[in-house]
């Protein structure tokens, strides 16, 4: 790591001659991100769009690159009412539906549709990557992403079969590996993940 930040040393990412700003995800489950559908259109800029990960995901070399959640009802219940969503858990899950997708294939829209005996139906909805902070896993930690599909049986047990980890935006580090050992360089890679960006040296004032 020392060799290869002594090479490095001085450049930097840049976008129409500005540093760029970067982020990144462990796993960006086969398509990156748009900034904007995670932090907001303060970040929509055009190196910061969604990109095709291959046609097999780069990423997928990643260990649990798919995944798995399963909830009872009433732990489902308990994680809205964490997140103060309701105000008790007197209620039935009636649906979850997924309303709408982002163009990478996770949840911009997922409704919840509750049901109680107090007269007091409600329809919850959950929007992006704030779907994780709130659907947490079921050990109490945030869900991997919202690259997911969501099904419901009949006693009411919830299961989430999901991809990647985190909230997919720029560089994906398990694809970055993939390339890596595939021997692409390392500017290839920045160019994929952050489309228009140059890599030029930094200029210190002086």
């Known amino acids: ?16 001659d500005k540093p760029a700003l970067v982020f990144y995800s462990a796993s960006g489950g086969g398509h990156t991100e748009n900034a904007k559908n995670v932090f907001g259109n ?9 990109v095709k990960d291959g046609d097999k995901p780069y990423g997928s070399i990643m260990p649990n690159f798919e995944w798995t959640e399963e909830y009872t009802e009433s732990k ?13 858990v007197n209620y039935t899950i009636d649906d979850i539906n997924i309303e709408s997708r982002f163009a990478s294939g996770r949840v911009n829209e997922l409704i919840i549709s509750l049901e109680s005996d107090e007269n007091d139906d409600k329809e919850i ?32 047990n919830i299961k989430i079969n999901g991809k990647g980890n985190g909230h997919g935006v720029g560089l994906c580090q398990w694809g970055a590996i993939y390339l890596s050992r595939e021997g692409t360089d ?3 890679i920045l160019s994929h993940y952050f489309p228009g960006t140059e890599i030029k040296p930094i200029l210190y004032d002086k």
């Open 76 to 88: 489902f219940l308990s994680m809205l009412l964490n997140a103060g969503k309701i105000k008790n």
């Open 42 to 50: 303060n970040y929509d800029v055009p190196y910061l769009r969604g």
């Open 1 to 16: 790591t020392n060799k290869i930040i002594d090479e490095t040393n001085g450049q930097i990412l840049t976008y129409d």
């Open 125 to 156: 909805i959950l929007r992006g990557n704030r779907i994780r902070s709130i659907i947490r896993r079921a050990n109490g930690g945030i869900l991997r992403s919202t690259m997911i599909d969501i099904e419901m049986d009949d006693d009411k």
């Open 186 to 188: 390392y500017k290839e």
